[in-house]
């Protein structure tokens, strides 16, 4: 599946992102901090996301890996529902 954009409330505040899908459920992110149609998108390459999301056996959403955005568990759920809502 090729990447795609979804949005999400962060602390509050609706966020966008970009995602793509990896293996074994797992997605990278990348924030993007204005509205997909009010400026430029900062084009995501060669697989420099911000951070991967995966859920675990538990169902709740972790990153892992390198972090360059940190998020509470609380955003990284809303995230997960958001990318689960998206591939519907």
Known sequence: MESF???FMMSGVRTYVTV????SNRFGCT???VEFFDADEVPVGAHDF???????????WK?????????SPED??????AIMESQT
């Not at 999301?53 to 709740?60: A, G, M, R, S, V």
């Not at 990153?63 to 998020?71: E, N, P, R, Y």
């Not at 990284?76 to 529902?81: D, I, K, V, Y």
């Open 5 to 7: 954009k979804t949005q």
């Open 20 to 23: 793509e899908p990896l293996e």
């Open 31 to 33: 924030l993007n901090l």
């Open 50 to 60: 911000d951070f991967v999301l995966i859920q675990n056996e538990q169902k709740e």
């Open 63 to 71: 990153t892992i890996g390198q972090v360059k955005v940190s998020l």
């Open 76 to 81: 990284l759920n809303r995230l997960g529902s």
